[in-house]
């Protein structure tokens, strides 16, 4: 599968964003998929998956009740709503997919195939 991640940008901190990740092929909807960051000089951390379902989400610590993924099989595209946008979050963010119909996919290892990243500037 290939990957596009769009809507990146520039942000005041406490503002919002939506990424988007749209996804080529005809079996998206059996793919887990799941958005990381990588900030200058860091590594690139885990941000958020989502089932191959729907039915499961899961996020890191540091962005649990301000983003959220989703998921949309009909226009093959998954999501990150991202809320409350703090400097912090300042990041290339880039998506991710797993086949299979897997449940829970959150290390960057098992994920298969990768979009090229979205920049995420919030300033303070």
């Known amino acids: 599968v290939q990957l596009q991640a769009s809507g990146g940008g520039l942000v005041q901190a406490g503002g919002s964003l939506r990424l988007s990740c749209a996804a080529s092929?005809?079996?998206?909807?059996?793919?887990?998929m799941g958005w990381f960051r990588q900030a200058p000089g860091k590594e690139r951390e885990f941000v958020a998956a989502?089932?191959?379902?729907?039915?499961?989400?899961y996020y890191a610590d540091s962005v649990k009740g301000r983003f959220t993924i989703s998921r949309d099989d009909a226009k093959n595209t998954v999501y990150l709503q991202m809320n409350s946008l703090k400097p912090e979050d300042t990041a290339v963010y880039y998506c991710?997919?797993?086949?299979?119909?897997?449940?829970?996919?959150?290390?960057?290892?098992?994920?298969?195939?990768w979009g090229q990243g979205t920049q995420v500037t919030v300033s303070s």
């Open positions: 989502i089932s191959w379902s729907g039915g499961s989400t």
């Open positions: 991710a997919a797993e086949g299979g119909n897997k449940d829970k996919v959150v290390a960057g290892r098992d994920f298969g195939s």
């Open positions: 092929g005809r079996t998206f909807s059996s793919y887990a």
